[in-house]
Nanobody
Framework: QVQLVESGGGLVQAGGSLRLSCAVS????????MGWFRQAPGKEREFVAS????????SYADSVKGRFTISRDNAKNTVYLQMNSLKPEDTAVYYC????????????WGQGTQVTVSS
């Protein structure tokens, strides 16, 4: 069982930057991949970025490529999402998620942190 706590959300103007953090605790040895997802008002949750815990292989949604960077600090059990050149359409609740080794889906989720980008 893994516990995830997001932080770093806030209100920024278009073109600004934010860095989200996800603190991971519990049985971290079972972690295979960490992901960031977001859900805007009235919309479905969508994938943003992911990173493998061991190798650091990353993946990004087309909408954020070149603007967002996912990273992790294994020693600190923390995953980050650096968001640059933010756009109003990036406004959403951002969630951190964990995919276990041997699992085909994300099983553990954080509570989410609000990101609001004003025009």
């Amino acid at each position: 069982q893994v516990q995830l706590v997001e932080s770093g959300g806030g209100l920024v103007q278009a073109g600004g930057s934010l860095r989200l953090s996800c603190a991971v605790s519990g049985r971290t040895s079972s972690t295979y991949r960490m992901g960031w997802f977001r859900q805007a008002p009235g919309k479905e949750r969508e994938f943003v970025a992911s990173i493998t815990w061991s190798g650091g292989t990353t993946s990004y949604a087309d909408s954020v490529k070149g603007r967002f960077t996912i990273s992790r600090d294994n020693a600190k059990n923390t995953v980050y999402l650096q968001m640059n050149s933010l756009k109003p359409e990036d406004t959403a609740v951002y969630y951190c998620a964990n995919k276990r080794v041997g699992s085909g889906k994300y099983d553990s989720w954080g509570q989410g942190t609000q990101v609001t980008v004003s025009s």
